[in-house]
């Protein structure tokens, strides 16, 4: 071995010695140790690794840093539960609002280290951890509930109930990854970019539209059928989102623009109508609506 095989070795010897009874190491610590120009290099790394590992120890994380990595993962994964229709949303909306006690984590493992695994009674563990536990349980248990219907989806050629849109449309803007295919504030281009892509397009807008700048277009696939989103730039600073269909590819009955069907998804407010070949939805966020129905 000769001196630059030993720097390359010992570059990953940790600053504090204890690599030092590793044989992989041996060969090279014995020629930094008859080395002069070795053992000063060696020396020199091993005090730069020590103040730098110092230095990352006096890093304050953010608290919220790991789960924000969780998270991340578990959207890229497809790990989040997915609605498919009003009682799923409302379950994974209300468990997401439960906050675990911030002293859950410590907890738990101040009991499970408190007393010996063989000589640890049982009821030790829960007295001391009853809460804490009792809404890690009620939290499986409401998952595994809304994972129920994932054991049943809906086929990939049934027609979708309208519930199902508006809650999927919902989910998919509110991902993080939620994007615009075409950015216009004409409606006329956002349309036309629709029908190059063969999406089903509007015959004519909601009066209350007509004037109004546009903001962007998509697809919007849902359960595998193919359907438009234009978003439109409200008076009040909101957004307005129009959702079509192809009426083959969304089930029940619905009304004509001049007369369409109000609900509430959450603090969605939704008008629904139809046509003989397209089914629409208008959305608005915090709107009421009052204001939904101006645009009529």
């Known amino acids: ?14 600053p504090d010695g204890s690599d030092g009874s590793d044989p992989g190491f041996a060969e090279a610590l014995k020629l930094a140790h008859e080395d002069v120009e070795l053992g000063r290099w060696l020396a020199n790394e091993r005090t730069f690794d020590a103040a730098f590992a110092a230095a990352l120890a006096e890093v304050k994380l953010p608290v919220a840093l790991c789960k924000n990595i969780l998270t991340g993962l578990a959207i890229e994964r497809g790990d989040i539960p997915q609605a498919t229709d009003r009682l799923d949303a409302a379950m994974i909306g209300a468990l997401a609002a439960i906050q675990p006690l911030p002293s859950l984590r410590s907890e738990i493992l101040a009991a499970m280290k408190s007393t010996p695994r063989a000589s640890r009674p049982q009821v030790f563990f829960w007295r001391h951890a009853a809460i804490p536990l009792a809404a890690v349980a009620g939290i499986a248990l409401a998952f595994a509930i809304t994972r129920g219907h994932e054991t049943q989806p809906l086929a990939k050629d049934a027609p979708l109930p309208m519930d199902v849109v508006e809650t999927g449309f919902i989910r998919e803007f509110e991902s993080p990854r939620f994007t615009l295919d075409e950015k216009r504030e004409d409606h006329g281009v956002l349309i036309t970019h629709l029908k190059e892509h063969r999406l089903p397009c509007p015959c004519c807008l909601p009066r209350g539209l007509v004037n109004v700048k546009g903001i962007g277009c998509r697809e919007l696939v849902i359960n595998g059928k193919s359907g438009s989103l234009i978003c439109f730039a409200a008076q009040d600073g909101g957004v307005i989102h ?20 109000y609900s509430q998804c959450g603090n969605w407010t939704v008008a629904r109508w139809g046509d003989d070949e397209r089914v629409f939805f208008l959305l608005g966020k915090d709107t009421n609506m009052a204001k939904l129905a101006a645009l009529f």
Do not use: T
């Open 242 to 261: 129009l959702i079509i269909f192809r009426r083959e590819d969304v089930r029940g009955e619905l009304p004509q623009r001049q007369s369409p069907a």
């Open 1 to 14: 071995m000769d001196k630059e095989q030993a720097r390359f070795i010992l570059r990953s010897y940790r």
